[in-house]
Nanobody
């Protein structure tokens, strides 16, 4: 069982930065692929970035390439999402997730554990 708690969302102007944090419980954290998804208003949840258990591999959506960076600190059971050069289209509820199976890290269905979400709003 894994419990996830996100923090760090807020309101920021376009071009600004935010760092999201996700604190996880569970002894298997360091073996688990973690990811960030987001859900814009009125739209489906979409993949943002993922990171392997050891942190040596990362995966990202093209829409956030070179702007967002995922990282993790296994000693603190925490995963981060550094978001730079934010755009209004980045406005969404951002969710942290722990992967539970499957081979496609971008699919919502392959993540059984989710945080409650944190709102990120980017004004123009």
């Amino acid at each position: 069982q894994v419990e996830l708690v996100e923090s760090g969302g807020g309101l920021v102007q376009a071009g600004g930065s935010l760092r999201l944090s996700c604190a996880a419980s569970g002894r298997t954290f360091s073996f688990t692929t973690m990811a960030w998804f987001r859900q814009p208003p009125g739209m489906e949840r979409e993949f943002v970035e993922a990171i392997s258990g050891s942190g040596d591999r990362t995966y990202y959506a093209d829409s956030v390439k070179a702007r967002f960076t995922i990282s993790r600190d296994n000693a603190k059971n925490t995963v981060y999402l550094q978001m730079n050069n934010l755009k209004p289209e980045d406005t969404a509820v951002y969710y942290c997730a722990a992967r539970s199976g499957g081979t496609d890290y971008t699919r919502v269905e392959n993540y059984a554990y989710w945080g409650q979400g944190t709102q990120v709003t980017v004004s123009s």
